[in-house]
């Protein structure tokens, strides 16, 4: 799947969530089952020696999970507070419109657990931190970071890789 192909699947919203937003819809690309299963590939190659898949609430769990079942690895859901049952650990973010909290389960990683995170897209940088700030709190070693879309006039790369200096960020397509 080209990169033009990819990024006419993927439709702008304006003024979603809030007035001055515009908002990246993947789910058109995900509704076509040959353009869901090359997305699946093309980020599964970046699942170099890596023990477990985590996805973040709501699209990169979709992302993550279909990576993780493609590569035959297991599965972890950074989610939103209050969706998890049991022990959680969590983190604040903001975001270009607001402020939200993601939660992960205590002991879902064992020490030294080599992770892919995925998204579907990377903005400000927010829910990515957060992300790695509570896969590290439980001893997860994060691999690699990969995302569909980056908008880079955001400046989230910039910001991660100022916390996180040696991480590998990826995005399938770039804004």
């Known amino acids: 799947m080209g990169r033009e192909e990819l990024e006419g699947a993927i439709r702008q919203v304006p003024d979603f969530p809030l007035p001055g937003i515009l908002f990246f819809d993947i789910l058109p690309l995900l509704k076509v089952p040959k353009h869901f299963k090359a997305l699946t590939q ?5 699942a170099n020696a890596i023990d477990v898949v985590a996805g973040i609430e709501a699209r990169g769990l979709i992302l993550g999970s279909a990576v993780a079942l493609h590569l035959g690895k297991g599965f ?13 650990l969590e ?8 402020k939200d909290t993601l939660e992960i389960q205590e002991g879902i990683l064992n020490r030294g657990d ?6 579907d897209v990377l903005a400000t940088g927010g829910t ?10 439980l001893a997860g ?3 690699e970071v990969v ?3 980056e ?16 991480l590998v960020i990826r995005a399938l397509v770039t804004i």
Do not use: N, W
């Open 42 to 46: 093309e980020l599964s190659v970046f």
């Open 76 to 88: 972890v859901p950074l989610r939103k507070k209050g969706k998890l049952p049991g022990a959680t």
């Open 91 to 98: 983190e604040s973010y903001g975001l270009e419109y607001g």
């Open 114 to 119: 080599r992770v892919l995170l995925i998204d």
């Open 128 to 137: 990515l931190i957060a992300a790695l700030e509570l896969i590290s709190d």
């Open 141 to 143: 070693e994060i691999c």
């Open 147 to 149: 995302v569909l879309l």
């Open 151 to 166: 908008i880079s006039a955001l400046g989230g790369r910039e910001r991660i890789l100022a916390a996180y200096p040696d």
